[in-house]
């Protein structure tokens, strides 16, 4: 049963209690296996990218829209796409 559950990503106890009809089967993607560390590091990265996104509405809210704000604005979208292409790398691994 446990190698069963593991093997359907589920928890031994939810594949028991949808066996015996006590629940409605949910098939949901099985969470992949991330390196604790990673997880810290891309977590540290979105607070930072999240101060600099706060601090970028702010100045564009007062008129700021000087140098530093399009260049800092402009490398917070190269930063997203980069993101976006690492994601859809480790989805495909």
Same mark, same amino acid.
């Given at each position: 049963?446990? !190698?069963?559950?593991? #093997?359907? =990503?589920?928890?031994?106890?939810? +594949?028991?209690?949808? $066996?015996?009809? @006590?629940?409605? /089967?949910?098939?949901?993607?099985?969470?992949?296996?991330?390196?604790? !560390?990673?997880?810290? #590091?891309? =977590?540290?990265?979105?607070?930072? +990218?999240?101060?600099? $996104?706060?601090? @970028?509405?702010? /100045?564009?809210?007062?008129?700021?829209?000087?140098?530093?704000?399009?260049?800092?604005?402009?490398?917070?979208?190269?930063?997203?796409?980069? +993101?976006?292409?690492?994601?859809?790398?480790?989805?495909?691994?």
């Amino acid at each position: 049963m446990r !190698a069963k559950a593991e #093997a359907a =990503g589920l928890p031994a106890a939810t +594949l028991l209690r949808e $066996a015996l009809g @006590l629940t409605e /089967a949910r098939r949901r993607k099985p969470v992949p296996r991330v390196d604790p !560390a990673l997880v810290l #590091a891309v =977590g540290r990265i979105g607070g930072n +990218l999240n101060q600099i $996104a706060r601090w @970028l509405n702010r /100045a564009m809210l007062v008129g700021r829209t000087d140098l530093d704000s399009l260049t800092v604005a402009r490398r917070l979208l190269v930063i997203e796409r980069q +993101l976006a292409q690492l994601l859809d790398e480790a989805r495909r691994c």
